[in-house]
């Protein structure tokens, strides 16, 4: 499935870049979580976006859903999980991936902090993928740190295809089979000498070689480590355009002021900034 542009991020931003990408004719796709599950949709009242005060924060996100819709922006539901730069775009969700000839970051900021041992262990024995990493722990001991309504599945998968899965989360999540050994725990360390060897679970040691941390935001220099921050974000040009070819931000993840305004703002130059790439590249 090969697209003009990808936006990673269903929220303000991204859907602004969709639909000014969609008014150049370029076609769009929104790869982002359930909107109905974001921060935003929980705010009681969005007071100061311009014109429409009354607004919750479902209200608005629906709205600008169904611009967004009718526009024509097509949408898949889901964590991305990967990213590849080579001949454009790659983006893996689940075990499907989706490819646009230019991209623009809206992931919004991530509100939860790594786990000790996360950064350290990354590529050698912490994932954030089981479908791109599952085959390397065929046969060996494995944690799934979930904290997604899909994690249960990735798990479920895991073990399909022959890697000895524990499970861990602050409770049991519904829809983890019986037979998955399940460790309650809030605190989580990822231990290993070069590679990973274990992690520790409120203090007790679970050997394992892999750990997959199942979030449902990751840090967009995780899927993307050539990208460049100042103070945590990404650093954007006027024209949203990121140090990487392609590769346009906008909204929370570019920093402060974190504004639903801002962010559709930004949402729409990075939109349109992403179709004169993709036209002078064919010109
Ligand atoms: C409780 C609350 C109240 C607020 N009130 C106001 C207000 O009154 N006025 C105002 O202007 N602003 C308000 N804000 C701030 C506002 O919500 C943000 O500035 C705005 O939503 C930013 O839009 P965004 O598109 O950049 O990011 P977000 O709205 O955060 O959207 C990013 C989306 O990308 C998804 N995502 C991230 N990583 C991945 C991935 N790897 N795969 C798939 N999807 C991914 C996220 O789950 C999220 O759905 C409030 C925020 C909160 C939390």
Redesign the pocket.
Known sequence: MNYDVIV?????????AAVAARGRNKTALV?????Q????A????????LGLPALS?YEL?EEFHRHAESAGVEFVV????SLMTWNGFSVT?GAEVYTGGALIL?????RQAKFPGEQEFLGRGVSYCATCDGMLYRGKDVVVVGRTAEAPEEAKYLRSIGCAVTYTAPKRPEGLPEDVPFVPAKQVEICGDGTVTSVRLDGAETPCACVFVLR???A?TD?LPALETENGYIRVGRDMSTGVEGVFA????TGA????????G??HVAGLSACEYLDKKQA
């Open positions: 990673l991020g269903g929220g303000p931003a991204g859907l602004a790869i982002g979580n359930r909107w599950d974001s921060p935003l929980k705010a009681e009242k969005i007071g100061n976006y924060g996100l889901g964590r991305a999980t969700v809206s992931p919004g900021v991530v449902a935001a990751l967009p899927l906008c909204g929370d993840c002021p974190l504004q639903v305004a801002k962010a559709v930004e949402g």
